[in-house]
């Protein structure tokens, strides 16, 4: 279960942060509210998710599909297309989350 409450938490997050663009500095009110709500099921479900997993391997998991995900949808959206450092800085990210659920002994498999 902890994966899947995980998964949640960066869903909401990546959902919140991506919306924060839209709120145009909290001024628009539905996507502001969009990352009010996006944020308090990200940190809830996180919570979940420290229960069982290390609180330092979730935030690393977090954080770097999170950071991975929001590029997509920065791209998608918002026509944000990372040039050719970013996108070898998010393969190193992206590697980093494999290294840590392949060959972590902190994570439980």
Do not use: C
Not at 1 to 29: C, D, N, R
Not at 86 to 100: C, E, T
């Amino acid at each position: 279960m902890a994966y899947l409450y995980l998964a949640i938490a960066i869903v909401g997050e990546v959902i919140a942060t991506s919306a924060l663009k839209a709120s145009e500095e909290f001024t628009k009110l539905v996507p502001s509210i969009v990352v009010v709500i996006g944020y308090g099921v990200a940190f809830y479900f996180m919570t979940l998710t420290i229960r069982t997993l290390p609180i330092g391997i979730t935030y690393a998991i977090w954080s770097g599909v999170g950071i991975v995900l929001v590029t997509v949808a920065g791209a998608v959206f918002y026509k944000q297309i990372p040039d050719i450092p970013a996108m070898i800085g998010i393969g190193f990210i992206i590697l980093g989350v494999i290294v840590i659920n392949v060959f972590s002994k902190s994570v439980s498999h």
